[in-house]
C-alpha cells in the first residue's frame, strides 16, 4: 500500500499513522535524500529481522541508524571529540553515513566490531518522522544493481508484498551516500558517493 505525503511538509496525520505501523514491528520503504530505503525501529529486533531476510544479507555486516538531528546522533555515538563533532556539523544533515564507535544505546545486534553507522538526511519526511518517534530509523537503502528503483510505484511493485507501507513523499537523488569511517584519528572514505569528499 502507498501512503503520499507533501515532500516538503509533511502532514501530521501521516506520521502518526506511519509511526504507528513503526511501532507495531512494521517494515516501510520510503525516500531519503539519496536513495529509497526499508526501514523500522532500530530498537525492534524483529523487524530488523525482517529487513535482514528481505535484502538477503549478511548479519554480520553493519546496519545504518538514521537519526533527527545531532542530538539523536551523539546519544548512539560513543565518544565524539572536538574535531570530529565539528567534521558532522559540517557534512549533516546531508548525503553522509558515519561510522563511529557505537553507545550503549545501539542494541547489540546492530553494531558492528562495536561500531554503527549513523546518517542525518537532508529531507524533511526523515526529519520529521524521527523526530515525532523519538528514536532513530533503521534503514538498509534499497538499490538493486541491475534495476535501480527510484519510485514510490517500482517499489511497491518489486516489494509492496513483504512491506508493511510505501511511503510516497518524493523522489530520491538515486545516488548512494557517501560512508566516511570516523573511528579513527582521521576519516577514512569507505565508498564514494552523492557527498563529496574532502569538503
Not at 553493519?62 to 563533532?85: E, N
Not at 526523515?126 to 538493486?144: D, F, M, N, V, W
Request: charged share 20%; with cysteine.
Amino acid at each position: 500500500m502507498i501512503l503520499s505525503l507533501h515532500p516538503e511538509t509533511p502532514q501530521m496525520r501521516h506520521l502518526e499513522r506511519i509511526g504507528e505501523v513503526l511501532r507495531q514491528d512494521g517494515v516501510i520503504a520510503y525516500p531519503t535524500d539519496t536513495l529509497f530505503g526499508l526501514g523500522c525501529l532500530a530498537s525492534r529486533k524483529k523487524a530488523v529481522d525482517r529487513i535482514q531476510a528481505l535484502k538477503g544479507r549478511d548479519p554480520k555486516k553493519p546496519l545504518s541508524m538514521l537519526c533527527a538531528d545531532m542530538g539523536m546522533l551523539c546519544r548512539y555515538a560513543r565518544t565524539l571529540d572536538g574535531p570530529a563533532f565539528r567534521t558532522l556539523k559540517q557534512l549533516l544533515p546531508g548525503p553522509y553515513t558515519v561510522v563511529l564507535p557505537a553507545s550503549r544505546e545501539v542494541p547489540r545486534y546492530l553494531q558492528n566490531k562495536q561500531t554503527v553507522g549513523l546518517r542525518i538526511p537532508d529531507h524533511p519526511f526523515c526529519q520529521a518522522l524521527t523526530h515525532l518517534l523519538g528514536e532513530p530509523i533503521l534503514t538498509r537503502s534499497y538499490a538493486p544493481v541491475d534495476t535501480p528503483l527510484n519510485t514510490s510505484w517500482e517499489i511497491e511493485d518489486e516489494l509492496g508484498h513483504a512491506l508493511d507501507l510505501v511511503v510516497d513523499c518524493g523522489q530520491p537523488l538515486g545516488v548512494p551516500s557517501t560512508v566516511l569511517d570516523m573511528t579513527g584519528e582521521e576519516p577514512v572514505l569507505l565508498r564514494e558517493g552523492a557527498g563529496p569528499w574532502p569538503v
